[in-house]
């Protein structure tokens, strides 16, 4: 089972940026399809995107896409999260996610991911 550390959460204005990482270890880290979401208080947790083990392809949320960007480094077993133009929408805890199905069908769907992180908060202020 691997496990997921995220950091990198804090305050920041709208229109600013902020970037997170996660930190995975136990498993085959390039083996796993790393994902992100979050849950803004009172909402479910809601996909926000992924980076596939295999090729490294990227899939976003229609709510972020333009403005965040996933990343992954094997070597470090790291994928991070570059959030810009941050809104006060995108206040939430920030989880990042594991899926060590070796699949090449990418839904985004929660009960994919077999790991999660403990979350880092992001607030956006106004």
């Known amino acids: 089972q691997v496990q997921l550390v995220e950091s990198g959460g804090g305050l920041v204005q709208a229109g600013g940026s902020l970037r997170l990482s996660c930190a995975a270890s136990g498993g085959t880290f390039s083996t796993y399809t790393m994902g992100w979401f979050r849950q803004a208080p009172g909402k479910e947790r809601e996909f926000v995107g992924l980076i596939t083990w295999n090729r490294g392809t990227t899939y976003y949320a229609d709510s972020v896409k333009g403005r965040f960007a996933i990343s992954r480094d094997n070597a470090k077993s790291t994928v991070s999260l570059q959030m810009n133009s941050l809104k006060p929408e995108d206040t939430a805890v920030y989880y990042c996610?594991?899926?060590?199905?070796?699949?090449?069908?990418?839904?985004?769907?929660?009960?994919?991911?077999?790991?999660w992180g403990q979350g880092t908060q992001v607030t956006v202020s106004t």
């Open positions: 996610a594991a899926d060590s199905r070796r699949s090449i069908f990418y839904t985004g769907n929660r009960a994919d991911f077999g790991s």
